[in-house]
């Protein structure tokens, strides 16, 4: 069982845009940045969003998060057939002491 | 240009103590604001952190794990190596370690990873 909860799944078809939520908690997303990473089948995760909603340089401006209370959101727009992979929030929990992971959001381009 | 890369043991028999050592370059950990962290992967399952070191040693373990993680750094070889005691069939998983700037930047940099089984 995750601190962070993601759903799943999500898909989506070429073009559209598809949003991935995280939930967490005061102790997490509620006071702390929320980081987002792409995983490739066989690679190692990508940092894809720092700091809520800032893309690393090459990161294209398809991908964008947002953060609203204790929910965050990763948003990909122009979806398209290489974006197929897991996607993961992340941040701080400062009860825990520790950084947490969401449990992966499978995202399928039909 | 920043690089990271694990090493380690390909199997590992169960209650043995697993190491795997991280090798970086194009940073140095020695000041507050730099630290590597260690996160793993079982197969098909999602990712989890076990523990983040800094160059002034600061030091955070996974609460979950706490008792069986030790991180530590040779800051003079430019290695970072955590070791788990005790493991078991479930630590079979690719180990990662990652550059971390304080949170700043979350995890900009990973190492390609290394896949270690806990098996007899």
């Known amino acids: 069982q995750s601190v962070l909860t993601q759903p799943p799944s999500a898909s989506g078809t070429p073009g559209q845009k598809v949003t991935i939520s995280c939930s967490g908690s005061s102790s997490n997303i509620g006071s702390n940045y929320v980081y987002w990473y792409q995983n490739l089948p066989g690679t190692a995760p990508k940092l894809l969003i720092y700091r809520n909603n800032q893309r690393p340089s090459g990161v294209p401006d398809r991908f964008s998060g947002s953060r609203s209370g204790t929910s965050a959101s990763l948003a990909i727009s122009g979806l398209r057939s290489e974006d197929e992979a897991d996607y993961y929030c992340a941040a701080w929990d400062a009860s825990l002491s520790a950084v947490v992971f969401g449990g992966g959001t499978k995202l399928t381009v039909l | 240009q920043i690089t990271l890369k694990e090493s380690g043991p390909t199997l590992v028999k169960p209650t043995q103590t697993l190491t795997v050592t991280c090798t970086f370059s194009?940073?140095?950990?020695?000041?507050?604001?730099?630290?590597v962290a260690w996160i793993r992967q079982p197969p098909g399952k999602a990712l989890e952190w076990l523990a983040l070191?800094?160059?002034?040693?600061?030091?955070r373990y996974s609460p979950s794990l706490k008792s069986r993680l030790s991180i530590t750094k040779d800051t003079s070889k430019n290695q970072v190596v955590l070791t788990m005691t005790n493991v078991d069939p479930v630590d079979t998983a690719t180990y990662y370690c990652?550059?971390?700037?304080?949170?700043?930047?979350?995890?900009?940099?990973w190492g390609q990873g290394t896949l270690v089984a806990v098996s007899s």
């Open positions: 990652a550059h971390d700037s304080r949170g700043y930047k979350g995890f900009e940099y």
């Open positions: 070191i800094y160059g002034n040693d600061d030091k």
């Open positions: 194009g940073f140095s950990l020695s000041t507050s604001e730099v630290g």
